[in-house]
């Protein structure tokens, strides 16, 4: 059965996470807004149906036949084992969800530098905010969250450079876009900290060149990073440590 997409048209945002996830194991997909016959009407008719017994909150979420399942780490927790993303061991797919429950806590933490106040004001209305908040995020928390996620690859007693157990999981694949990501939004503070965690650099190496990756990543359905997602580049923010 195909899976259905539900996530904002034109951005990657937090729906990339589970993009990649059903790229990477080739899995029948549609993403419903970037559906001429469909759109973002269908997803909002969803969101605010008042009869549908579980409506998500808010995008992304995954239909799979009459289940709807919402929250990009709930997703991936509940796409793991059917698409062969996650450890066979249950200790261990535990462990994967915390991972992925911490990726999704760095990614707020990257979208409250451009909006530190209010999502509902631009940019240009919290500029001084957003240059404290960056500068901050920069110094401390980009280090704090990378230096963590190093530590599990190098730490990871089944080896084979990957996150979790000796094979690819959604982590892998999500820590790959939390790498492309910082790397476009801030480029100079990611300059100073290249070569600190070689095992994230080459984890993000490994998953370009995975097969499925590399062939969605040059096509057209990979949308650019633009300043309308999670990860957007601002001149004032593109700050050294």
Known sequence: MTYELYYWDGIQGRGEFVRLALEDAGADYVDVTRDPGRGTNEMMKLIKSTSEAHIPFAPPFLRDGDQIVSHVANILFYLGPKLGLAPKAETLRWFANGLQ?????????????????????????????????????????????????????????????????????????????????????????????????????????????????????????????????????????????
């Open 101 to 241: 429950l911490t990726i999704t806590d760095f990614v707020a933490e990257v979208h409250d530098t451009h909006h530190p106040i209010a999502i509902s004001k631009y940019f240009e209305d919290q500029k001084p905010e957003a240059e404290a908040r960056t500068c901050e995020f920069v110094r401390h928390r980009i280090p704090k969250f990378l230096g963590y996620f190093e530590r599990v690859l190098q730490q990871n007693p089944d080896g084979a450079a990957h996150a979790v157990g000796d094979g690819i999981t959604s982590v892998d694949l999500s820590l790959f876009q939390v790498m492309e990501g910082l790397t476009y939004a801030f480029p100079k503070a990611m300059k100073h900290y290249a070569g600190h965690y070689p095992a994230l650099e080459m984890l993000r190496d490994k998953v370009k060149r995975r097969p499925n990756i590399a062939e969605y990543l040059a096509s057209p359905r990979r949308l650019a990073f633009n300043e309308n997602g999670i990860f957007r580049y601002y001149p004032e923010l593109d700050i050294a440590p």
